[in-house]
């Protein structure tokens, strides 16, 4: 069977084989995926929602305190002829003009929003011709201020949040090392939970893959658009590719065993299943990617 499908793709970290490792990422259904989308065509922009300074140490837990830098925060827009998937919010716009009123004292002891005017989620859609009701799904990584903070402008979209992750969020206290900022997530909007990895449209193109570790319910997007289009939005289950290259975790985490696993298993999806890893704030990949109104993957 002839299969027509027309994606934008960077190359970049391909590998071969197929994929292994702690989490089992859905490579069983591609088959049947890539001949139920004969003729589909599927986008994927990416979008910058935000710039973070922190130190450096706090992503790489190996290195020695003191070192600032500045990190993009990333979100995804997917286009599939089923509807439009958003990734990740980003920052809340009101972060970069009243950082302690919207993040909070002791946050902002650890790190500054460098956000410049436009690097926030709805001025970011804008650039594609779309607003907040174009979306359809919302997928949450997980619940940190920098990945949620623009929630509250979808009002109309199902978010697709995994399920320890959220219960864990609107229970503050209950799992140590995790208290995200209910400021950020908790509005009335229609809440889907999920138990694992998730066909977000019924054909094996955009699937969310649960990678827990840096959270309790932390997940990661697949995107398989044809034979050479398949890439994989990390997100925090892997800051940086000197995370990968090197096998070191950060410091901000819930569970490093659990991460380690996340780890390896998306470390066999870039090196033996050929995908395209996109890391969660790396600045020197960032630098790589084209810009929306651009396709990029």
Known sequence: MTVTVIAHFRAGEIGSASAAGGVML???????????????????????????????ASMLSDLAPGQP???PVLSFLVDHPRGRLLFDTGVHC????????????????????????????????ARLGLGPGDVRYVANSHLHFDH?????????????????????????????????SPIDFDHPLDYRMLDGEHDVFGDGAVVLLP??????GHQSLQVRAGKDAHVV??????????????????????????MRDSLAALRALRDRAGATLVYGH???????????????I
């Not at 910058?48 to 130190?55: F, H, K, N, Q, S």
């Not at 990678?211 to 309790?216: D, Q």
């Not at 090197?246 to 659990?258: A, K, T």
Request: proline share 10%.
């Open 69 to 71: 830098w500045t990190v």
């Open 282 to 296: 790396d600045p020197a990949q960032w630098e790589t990617i084209p810009r929306a109104p651009a396709p990029v």
């Open 148 to 180: 949620c903070g623009g929630n509250e402008f979808f009002p109309r979209a199902t978010f697709l949040v995994q399920r320890p992750e959220l219960e864990a969020a609107r229970r503050p206290g209950f799992v140590p090392s995790y208290s995200p």
């Open 233 to 258: 939005c990390a997100s925090d289950a892997c800051y940086t590719r000197e995370n990968m290259d090197r096998d070191v975790l950060p410091n901000i985490l819930w569970n490093p065993s659990v």
């Open 211 to 216: 990678t827990y570790g840096h959270t309790p």
């Open 94 to 125: 009101q972060a970069r003009v009243d950082p302690v009123g919207r993040l909070g004292p002791e946050r902002v002891k650890r790190l500054t929003v460098k956000s410049e005017a436009g690097d926030d989620v709805i001025p970011q859609l």
């Open 26 to 56: 859905g490579c069983d259904r591609i088959g049947a995926g890539n001949r139920e989308r004969e003729g589909t065509v599927i986008h994927v922009y990416a979008l910058c929602t935000g710039r973070i300074e922190l130190d450096r």
